[in-house]
C-alpha cells in the first residue's frame, strides 16, 4: 500500500513569508503527527492531530499551526518564516495512535529560509 | 524531564559484531520506547518498540533490554550487516499520549564496515 506522502520534497522561501506544507496518510490512518528535524535541536514533535482534532501539541511558538481534514490529510502552516525554521519537516500517520500501531514517518518537506 | 539521552552519537562496527546503542530517560510518565532507524533523504522508520511491563523484546536481529529502575533501555543489534548503516534514535511516549507525542533522542550514527 502506499506510504505517508509529503508535498513539497524541498521549497526555499524568504525570511517573513508564510508556507503551508502538505501530507497525506496512509489510506485508514486517522492520527497524524508532525515533527520538525534539525542538526542542532535533533527531532522535535510539533503537534498531532486525530480525527480533525489537534490532540497533542509540542513546543513551539503559535507561528507553527496545523491542521486536518475530513479525510485524514493534514496540512501544517509557519507564518512569518524565520532562518531557524530551515529544517526537515516531518509528517508520520498511524491507524489510532503509537502504542498498538506504531507510526510511519513520510520523507519530509525540506524547507530552507533565506 | 522531558529529555531523552542517547549514547554513543557514533559507532563503528564490522560485520557480524554486535552494536549496542544505550538511551536514557528522567520522565516517569515515559511508557512507550521505539526505536526508529533512519537513511539518508528517508524519514525515520519503526524498527521495534517496548512497554515498561517487560524487561527484553526481540525481533529477529534487533533486541530492545529495558531497566525500568533505572530508566534505562537499549538497542541490540546482532551479527550487524552494512546494510544496517543509517542513523537509530530511541524514542519515548508518556502514558497520556498513547504513544502519539514521542520525545527522540540524539540519534546514533551506525557505520558496519564489510
Known amino acids: 500500500k502506499a506510504g505517508v506522502t509529503q508535498t513539497p520534497r524541498y521549497l526555499i522561501k524568504t525570511r517573513g513569508q508564510q508556507v503551508t506544507l502538505s501530507c497525506s496518510p496512509i489510506s485508514g490512518h486517522r492520527s497524524v503527527s508532525w515533527y520538525q528535524q534539525t542538526p542542532g535541536q535533533g527531532l522535535q514533535f510539533l503537534f498531532e492531530y486525530f480525527s480533525e482534532t489537534q490532540r497533542n501539541k509540542g513546543n513551539f511558538p503559535g507561528r507553527f499551526s496545523g491542521r486536518q481534514f475530513s479525510n485524514s490529510r493534514s496540512e501544517m502552516n509557519v507564518s512569518t518564516l524565520e532562518l531557524g525554521d530551515s529544517a526537515l519537516y516531518l509528517c508520520?500517520?498511524?491507524?489510532?495512535?503509537?502504542?498498538?500501531?506504531?507510526?510511519?514517518f513520510g520523507s519530509g518537506t525540506r524547507l530552507t529560509v533565506v | 524531564q522531558q529529555q531523552v539521552k542517547q549514547s554513543p552519537q557514533s559507532l563503528i562496527v564490522q560485520k557480524g559484531g554486535i552494536s549496542i546503542i544505550n538511551c536514557a530517560y528522567e520522565?516517569?510518565?515515559?511508557?512507550?520506547f521505539p526505536w526508529y532507524q533512519q537513511f539518508p533523504g528517508k524519514g525515520p522508520a519503526l524498527l521495534i518498540a517496548?512497554?515498561?511491563?517487560?524487561s527484553e523484546k526481540k525481533e529477529g536481529r534487533f533486541t530492545i533490554s529495558f531497566n525500568k529502575s533505572a530508566k534505562q533501555f537499549s538497542l541490540h543489534i546482532m551479527d550487524s550487516q552494512p546494510g544496517d548503516s543509517a542513523t537509530y534514535f530511541c524514542?519515548?511516549?508518556?502514558?497520556?499520549?498513547?504513544?502519539?507525542?514521542?520525545?527522540f533522542g540524539e540519534g546514533t550514527q551506525l557505520t558496519v564496515n564489510p
Open positions: 524514542a519515548a511516549s508518556p502514558k497520556e499520549t498513547s504513544g502519539s507525542r514521542l520525545t
Open positions: 520522565n516517569t510518565a515515559f511508557d512507550y
Open positions: 517496548i512497554r515498561p511491563d517487560v
Open positions: 508520520a500517520s498511524s491507524f489510532i495512535g503509537g502504542i498498538d500501531y506504531g507510526y510511519t
